[in-house]
Protein backbone atom coordinates (compact mmCIF):
# COMPACT_ATOMS: atom_id res chain seq x y z
CA UNK A 1 0.00 0.00 0.00
CA UNK A 2 0.92 3.24 -1.11
CA UNK A 3 2.00 5.55 2.51
CA UNK A 4 3.29 8.12 0.80
CA UNK A 5 3.98 10.31 -2.28
CA UNK A 6 6.74 12.12 -3.63
CA UNK A 7 9.20 9.93 -1.53
CA UNK A 8 12.89 10.06 -2.45
CA UNK A 9 14.37 7.78 -4.48
CA UNK A 10 15.51 5.02 -4.44
CA UNK A 11 12.18 3.60 -3.65
CA UNK A 12 13.63 0.36 -2.09
CA UNK A 13 15.35 2.45 0.69
CA UNK A 14 12.56 4.72 1.77
CA UNK A 15 10.03 2.23 1.06
CA UNK A 16 6.87 4.28 0.13
CA UNK A 17 5.25 0.90 -0.79
CA UNK A 18 4.23 -1.09 2.76
CA UNK A 19 3.23 -4.54 2.82
CA UNK A 20 0.76 -5.04 5.21
CA UNK A 21 -2.88 -7.20 5.71
CA UNK A 22 -6.01 -5.33 4.96
CA UNK A 23 -10.17 -5.43 5.52
CA UNK A 24 -11.54 -6.00 2.38
CA UNK A 25 -15.54 -5.64 2.40
CA UNK A 26 -18.00 -7.55 0.88
CA UNK A 27 -18.74 -6.88 -2.85
CA UNK A 28 -21.50 -5.03 -3.24
CA UNK A 29 -24.54 -4.74 -5.83
CA UNK A 30 -22.76 -4.93 -8.91
CA UNK A 31 -19.22 -6.57 -7.86
CA UNK A 32 -17.26 -8.87 -7.30
CA UNK A 33 -14.69 -10.05 -5.51
CA UNK A 34 -11.49 -11.51 -7.22
CA UNK A 35 -8.81 -13.44 -6.26
CA UNK A 36 -5.58 -11.67 -7.94
CA UNK A 37 -3.36 -14.13 -10.27
CA UNK A 38 -0.87 -11.56 -11.42
CA UNK A 39 -0.64 -7.46 -11.56
CA UNK A 40 1.61 -5.89 -13.56
CA UNK A 41 3.56 -2.58 -12.55
CA UNK A 42 3.25 0.37 -15.08
CA UNK A 43 4.12 3.96 -15.38
CA UNK A 44 0.69 5.13 -14.24
CA UNK A 45 1.80 3.09 -10.69
CA UNK A 46 5.14 4.45 -10.64
CA UNK A 47 3.70 8.42 -11.74
CA UNK A 48 1.31 8.18 -8.23
CA UNK A 49 5.01 7.04 -6.05
CA UNK A 50 7.04 9.93 -7.22
CA UNK A 51 4.54 12.48 -7.15
CA UNK A 52 3.77 12.94 -10.60
CA UNK A 53 -0.08 11.86 -10.52
CA UNK A 54 -1.24 13.36 -7.08
CA UNK A 55 -3.27 10.99 -5.38
CA UNK A 56 -5.35 10.70 -2.04
CA UNK A 57 -2.97 8.18 0.10
CA UNK A 58 -3.07 5.55 2.02
CA UNK A 59 -4.15 4.14 -1.74
CA UNK A 60 -3.66 0.41 -2.41
CA UNK A 61 -2.16 0.44 -6.20
CA UNK A 62 -2.55 -1.70 -8.82
CA UNK A 63 -3.76 -1.23 -11.84
CA UNK A 64 -3.21 -3.69 -14.71
CA UNK A 65 -4.15 -7.92 -13.33
CA UNK A 66 -6.14 -10.39 -14.18
CA UNK A 67 -7.53 -12.97 -11.65
CA UNK A 68 -10.16 -15.53 -10.74
CA UNK A 69 -13.69 -14.55 -9.35
CA UNK A 70 -14.52 -15.77 -5.62
CA UNK A 71 -17.70 -13.94 -4.83
CA UNK A 72 -20.55 -11.70 -6.91
CA UNK A 73 -21.79 -9.08 -5.19
CA UNK A 74 -26.29 -9.30 -4.64
CA UNK A 75 -28.38 -9.73 -7.44
CA UNK A 76 -28.27 -10.98 -11.19
CA UNK A 77 -24.75 -11.10 -12.64
CA UNK A 78 -23.28 -12.51 -16.00
CA UNK A 79 -20.22 -13.30 -14.65
CA UNK A 80 -19.71 -16.60 -12.58
CA UNK A 81 -17.74 -17.61 -9.67
CA UNK A 82 -14.42 -18.89 -10.88
CA UNK A 83 -14.58 -17.24 -14.56
CA UNK A 84 -11.42 -15.78 -15.16
CA UNK A 85 -11.61 -11.62 -15.59
CA UNK A 86 -8.94 -8.80 -17.06
CA UNK A 87 -9.10 -5.82 -14.77
CA UNK A 88 -8.89 -2.48 -16.63
CA UNK A 89 -8.33 1.12 -15.12
CA UNK A 90 -11.03 2.97 -16.49
CA UNK A 91 -14.51 1.65 -15.99
CA UNK A 92 -17.00 2.46 -18.61
CA UNK A 93 -20.87 3.34 -16.72
CA UNK A 94 -22.11 2.87 -20.44
CA UNK A 95 -24.79 5.91 -19.94
CA UNK A 96 -22.08 9.05 -19.87
CA UNK A 97 -21.57 11.24 -23.14
CA UNK A 98 -17.67 9.72 -22.73
CA UNK A 99 -18.99 6.19 -23.79
CA UNK A 100 -21.37 7.22 -26.25
CA UNK A 101 -18.07 8.52 -27.75
CA UNK A 102 -17.14 4.57 -28.70
CA UNK A 103 -14.18 4.90 -26.90
CA UNK A 104 -12.97 8.46 -28.04
CA UNK A 105 -13.17 10.01 -24.70
CA UNK A 106 -13.47 8.91 -20.98
CA UNK A 107 -16.42 7.56 -19.04
CA UNK A 108 -17.08 10.50 -16.73
CA UNK A 109 -18.02 9.09 -13.73
CA UNK A 110 -15.46 6.19 -14.18
CA UNK A 111 -12.80 9.41 -14.47
CA UNK A 112 -14.88 11.33 -11.05
CA UNK A 113 -14.82 7.82 -9.10
CA UNK A 114 -10.97 7.25 -10.70
CA UNK A 115 -9.77 10.59 -9.46
CA UNK A 116 -11.61 10.16 -5.70
CA UNK A 117 -10.13 6.50 -5.40
CA UNK A 118 -13.46 5.08 -5.27
CA UNK A 119 -15.15 2.61 -7.14
CA UNK A 120 -17.75 3.37 -10.04
CA UNK A 121 -20.63 2.93 -7.72
CA UNK A 122 -18.95 5.01 -5.03
CA UNK A 123 -17.44 4.34 -1.56
CA UNK A 124 -14.20 2.21 -0.90
CA UNK A 125 -13.71 -1.21 0.27
CA UNK A 126 -10.61 -1.28 1.60
CA UNK A 127 -9.98 -0.40 5.32
CA UNK A 128 -6.74 -0.18 7.82
CA UNK A 129 -7.54 -0.60 11.03
CA UNK A 130 -11.12 0.82 10.54
CA UNK A 131 -9.54 4.21 8.75
CA UNK A 132 -10.45 3.99 4.49
CA UNK A 133 -7.50 3.37 1.70
CA UNK A 134 -8.28 4.55 -1.75
CA UNK A 135 -8.61 2.47 -4.20
CA UNK A 136 -6.25 3.08 -7.17
CA UNK A 137 -8.11 3.45 -10.57
CA UNK A 138 -11.10 1.09 -9.42
CA UNK A 139 -8.83 -1.96 -9.33
CA UNK A 140 -6.73 -1.88 -6.33
CA UNK A 141 -4.89 -4.84 -8.03
CA UNK A 142 -1.02 -5.37 -5.38
CA UNK A 143 -2.94 -7.56 -3.44
CA UNK A 144 -4.55 -10.78 -3.04
CA UNK A 145 -8.01 -10.31 -3.40
CA UNK A 146 -9.77 -7.05 -5.01
CA UNK A 147 -13.60 -6.06 -4.63
CA UNK A 148 -14.36 -4.22 -8.22
CA UNK A 149 -17.40 -3.28 -10.09
CA UNK A 150 -18.48 -5.32 -12.83
CA UNK A 151 -17.91 -2.68 -15.57
CA UNK A 152 -13.75 -3.04 -14.41
CA UNK A 153 -13.35 -6.51 -15.58
CA UNK A 154 -14.00 -8.63 -19.14
CA UNK A 155 -14.11 -12.14 -18.79
CA UNK A 156 -11.63 -14.73 -20.83
CA UNK A 157 -11.68 -18.20 -21.29
CA UNK A 158 -9.23 -20.28 -19.28
CA UNK A 159 -6.96 -20.76 -22.33
CA UNK A 160 -5.49 -17.05 -21.58
CA UNK A 161 -2.50 -17.19 -18.87
CA UNK A 162 -2.88 -15.03 -16.16
CA UNK A 163 0.21 -13.04 -16.85
CA UNK A 164 -1.05 -12.42 -20.28
CA UNK A 165 -4.55 -11.71 -19.35
CA UNK A 166 -2.71 -9.30 -17.13
CA UNK A 167 -0.79 -7.01 -19.72
CA UNK A 168 -3.99 -7.18 -21.51
CA UNK A 169 -6.04 -5.18 -19.27
CA UNK A 170 -3.69 -2.08 -20.10
CA UNK A 171 -0.43 -1.86 -21.76
CA UNK A 172 -1.75 -3.97 -24.48
CA UNK A 173 -5.33 -2.07 -24.51
CA UNK A 174 -3.37 1.48 -24.35
CA UNK A 175 -0.53 0.38 -26.60
CA UNK A 176 -2.37 -1.36 -29.35
CA UNK A 177 -5.67 1.12 -29.32
CA UNK A 178 -3.44 4.20 -30.23
CA UNK A 179 -3.27 1.91 -33.44
CA UNK A 180 -6.63 0.11 -33.11
CA UNK A 181 -8.71 2.94 -32.34
CA UNK A 182 -7.35 6.07 -32.22
CA UNK A 183 -5.83 5.60 -36.08
CA UNK A 184 -6.23 3.03 -38.49
CA UNK A 185 -3.11 2.02 -40.67
CA UNK A 186 -2.76 0.36 -43.68
CA UNK A 187 -0.68 -2.25 -44.40
CA UNK A 188 1.42 0.63 -46.89
CA UNK A 189 1.57 2.80 -43.72
CA UNK A 190 4.44 3.23 -41.42
CA UNK A 191 4.08 3.17 -37.82
CA UNK A 192 6.52 4.21 -35.60
CA UNK A 193 6.56 3.90 -31.54
CA UNK A 194 8.35 6.26 -29.66
CA UNK A 195 9.36 5.22 -26.36
CA UNK A 196 9.32 1.04 -25.93
CA UNK A 197 8.20 0.36 -22.24
CA UNK A 198 5.74 -1.85 -22.21
CA UNK A 199 3.04 0.25 -23.74
CA UNK A 200 5.07 1.49 -26.12
CA UNK A 201 6.78 -2.56 -26.95
CA UNK A 202 2.87 -3.33 -26.76
CA UNK A 203 2.35 -1.01 -29.94
CA UNK A 204 4.78 -2.49 -31.74
CA UNK A 205 3.25 -6.06 -31.28
CA UNK A 206 0.24 -4.26 -32.99
CA UNK A 207 1.16 -2.95 -35.55
CA UNK A 208 3.00 -5.68 -36.91
CA UNK A 209 -0.22 -8.10 -36.10
CA UNK A 210 -2.08 -5.60 -38.15
CA UNK A 211 0.48 -5.81 -40.88
CA UNK A 212 2.26 -2.07 -40.72
CA UNK A 213 5.61 -1.93 -41.25
CA UNK A 214 6.94 -0.57 -37.70
CA UNK A 215 9.97 1.94 -36.62
CA UNK A 216 10.88 1.34 -33.14
CA UNK A 217 12.68 4.22 -31.37
CA UNK A 218 14.27 4.57 -27.87
CA UNK A 219 17.49 5.26 -26.36
CA UNK A 220 17.98 1.91 -24.80
CA UNK A 221 20.38 -0.96 -27.34
CA UNK A 222 18.35 -3.86 -25.78
CA UNK A 223 14.56 -2.66 -26.06
CA UNK A 224 16.08 -1.67 -29.75
CA UNK A 225 17.15 -5.20 -30.02
CA UNK A 226 13.89 -6.86 -29.05
CA UNK A 227 11.77 -4.65 -30.98
CA UNK A 228 14.16 -5.95 -33.75
CA UNK A 229 13.34 -9.33 -32.91
CA UNK A 230 9.92 -8.73 -32.82
CA UNK A 231 9.49 -7.83 -36.15
CA UNK A 232 10.24 -4.13 -36.34
CA UNK A 233 11.40 -3.36 -40.12
CA UNK A 234 14.10 -0.50 -38.57
CA UNK A 235 15.06 0.18 -35.27
CA UNK A 236 16.84 4.28 -34.04
CA UNK A 237 17.59 6.04 -31.47
CA UNK A 238 15.89 9.41 -31.42
CA UNK A 239 19.63 11.46 -32.76
CA UNK A 240 19.48 8.84 -35.57
CA UNK A 241 15.94 10.04 -36.26
CA UNK A 242 16.69 13.72 -37.30
CA UNK A 243 20.45 13.20 -38.64
CA UNK A 244 18.74 10.61 -41.00
CA UNK A 245 14.99 12.34 -41.57
CA UNK A 246 13.44 9.24 -41.03
CA UNK A 247 9.65 9.78 -40.72
CA UNK A 248 6.05 7.70 -40.23
CA UNK A 249 2.62 8.37 -41.61
CA UNK A 250 1.68 7.26 -38.12
CA UNK A 251 3.63 8.05 -34.97
CA UNK A 252 2.74 6.83 -31.47
CA UNK A 253 4.62 8.52 -28.16
CA UNK A 254 4.38 6.31 -25.92
CA UNK A 255 7.31 7.84 -23.05
CA UNK A 256 5.25 9.78 -21.44
CA UNK A 257 8.20 13.06 -21.26
CA UNK A 258 7.90 16.38 -23.70
CA UNK A 259 11.32 15.28 -25.73
CA UNK A 260 9.84 11.81 -26.44
CA UNK A 261 6.08 14.27 -27.85
CA UNK A 262 8.34 16.81 -29.58
CA UNK A 263 10.63 13.78 -30.92
CA UNK A 264 7.12 11.79 -32.48
CA UNK A 265 5.68 15.27 -34.00
CA UNK A 266 9.02 16.31 -35.78
CA UNK A 267 8.88 12.32 -37.13
CA UNK A 268 5.48 12.62 -38.31
CA UNK A 269 5.12 12.70 -42.37
CA UNK A 270 2.96 15.26 -43.74
CA UNK A 271 -0.42 13.79 -43.42
CA UNK A 272 0.54 11.70 -40.69
CA UNK A 273 -0.95 11.86 -37.48
CA UNK A 274 0.64 12.07 -34.24
CA UNK A 275 -0.61 9.70 -31.47
CA UNK A 276 0.32 10.19 -27.38
CA UNK A 277 -0.60 7.98 -24.99
CA UNK A 278 1.97 8.45 -22.63
CA UNK A 279 1.72 10.67 -19.16
CA UNK A 280 3.55 13.07 -18.37
CA UNK A 281 3.83 15.19 -15.09
CA UNK A 282 1.57 17.75 -15.49
CA UNK A 283 3.40 20.80 -15.70
CA UNK A 284 5.18 19.48 -18.46
CA UNK A 285 4.96 22.17 -21.72
CA UNK A 286 6.38 21.08 -25.25
CA UNK A 287 7.23 23.29 -27.98
CA UNK A 288 5.47 22.64 -31.52
CA UNK A 289 4.91 24.83 -34.64
CA UNK A 290 1.48 25.09 -35.39
CA UNK A 291 2.48 26.84 -39.07
CA UNK A 292 4.18 23.24 -39.56
CA UNK A 293 1.00 21.55 -38.03
CA UNK A 294 -0.63 23.59 -40.97
CA UNK A 295 1.26 23.81 -43.74
CA UNK A 296 2.18 19.87 -43.11
CA UNK A 297 -1.42 19.08 -43.28
CA UNK A 298 -0.34 16.84 -40.07
CA UNK A 299 -2.75 15.63 -36.84
CA UNK A 300 -2.09 15.33 -33.45
CA UNK A 301 -4.35 12.50 -31.10
CA UNK A 302 -4.61 12.76 -27.34
CA UNK A 303 -5.56 8.62 -26.43
CA UNK A 304 -6.53 7.47 -23.19
CA UNK A 305 -6.70 4.40 -22.41
CA UNK A 306 -5.74 3.40 -26.26
CA UNK A 307 -9.98 5.09 -26.61
CA UNK A 308 -10.74 1.42 -26.11
CA UNK A 309 -14.17 -0.03 -25.21
CA UNK A 310 -12.36 -2.72 -23.50
CA UNK A 311 -15.47 -5.45 -23.51
CA UNK A 312 -15.28 -4.66 -27.40
CA UNK A 313 -11.56 -4.65 -27.78
CA UNK A 314 -9.69 -7.21 -25.06
CA UNK A 315 -11.45 -10.23 -27.57
CA UNK A 316 -9.63 -9.31 -30.11
CA UNK A 317 -6.65 -8.65 -28.80
CA UNK A 318 -7.23 -12.88 -27.54
CA UNK A 319 -8.14 -13.77 -30.74
CA UNK A 320 -4.69 -12.45 -31.96
CA UNK A 321 -2.52 -14.51 -29.07
CA UNK A 322 -4.59 -17.09 -29.58
CA UNK A 323 -3.69 -17.10 -33.67
CA UNK A 324 0.48 -16.63 -32.94
CA UNK A 325 0.05 -12.90 -34.01
CA UNK A 326 0.49 -11.00 -30.71
CA UNK A 327 2.63 -12.58 -28.33
CA UNK A 328 2.39 -10.67 -25.26
CA UNK A 329 4.51 -13.03 -23.16
CA UNK A 330 7.12 -11.00 -24.56
CA UNK A 331 6.31 -7.82 -22.55
CA UNK A 332 7.04 -9.25 -19.65
CA UNK A 333 10.76 -8.74 -18.47
CA UNK A 334 10.81 -10.21 -14.63
CA UNK A 335 8.12 -12.15 -12.49
CA UNK A 336 8.32 -10.93 -8.71
CA UNK A 337 6.94 -11.03 -5.33
CA UNK A 338 4.51 -8.78 -3.79
CA UNK A 339 7.80 -7.78 -1.18
CA UNK A 340 9.59 -6.81 -4.31
CA UNK A 341 7.79 -3.77 -5.37
CA UNK A 342 9.75 -1.27 -3.97
CA UNK A 343 12.73 -2.18 -5.61
CA UNK A 344 10.69 -3.06 -9.08
CA UNK A 345 9.59 0.63 -9.06
CA UNK A 346 13.15 1.65 -9.36
CA UNK A 347 13.88 -0.77 -11.91
CA UNK A 348 11.17 0.78 -14.14
CA UNK A 349 12.06 4.54 -13.24
CA UNK A 350 15.37 3.62 -14.60
CA UNK A 351 13.77 2.81 -17.72
CA UNK A 352 15.26 -0.80 -17.74
CA UNK A 353 11.87 -2.86 -17.44
CA UNK A 354 9.17 -3.75 -20.11
CA UNK A 355 6.44 -5.16 -17.67
CA UNK A 356 7.24 -6.53 -14.52
CA UNK A 357 4.72 -8.61 -13.30
CA UNK A 358 3.63 -9.41 -9.51
CA UNK A 359 2.63 -13.67 -9.43
CA UNK A 360 0.73 -14.81 -6.99
CA UNK A 361 0.89 -17.85 -5.84
Same mark, same amino acid.
Given at each position: ?24 ? #? =? ?35 ? #? ?66 ? =? ?22 ? +? ?33 ? +? ?41 ? *? ?61 ? *? ?64
Amino acid at each position: MLERIAAAAPFAESEPISVSELELG #E =PGPGELLVRIEAAGLCHSDLSVVDGNRVRPVPMLLGH #EAAGRVEAVGPGDSDIAVGQRVVMTFLPRCGDCAGCASDGRRPCVPGSVANNEGELLNGGRRLRRDGE =PVHHHLGVSAFATHAVVDRRSVVP +VDDDVPPEVAAVLGCAVLTGGGALLNATSPTPADR +VMVVGLGGVGMAAVLVGIALGAQVIAVDTVPEKLALAADLGAV *ACHTPGELAEQDVQAEIVVEAAGNVRAFETAVAATAPGGATVTVGLPAPDARASISPLALVAR *AQTIVGSYLGSAVPARDIPEYVRLWRAGKLPVERLISARIGLDEVNRAMDELAAGHALRQVIVFD
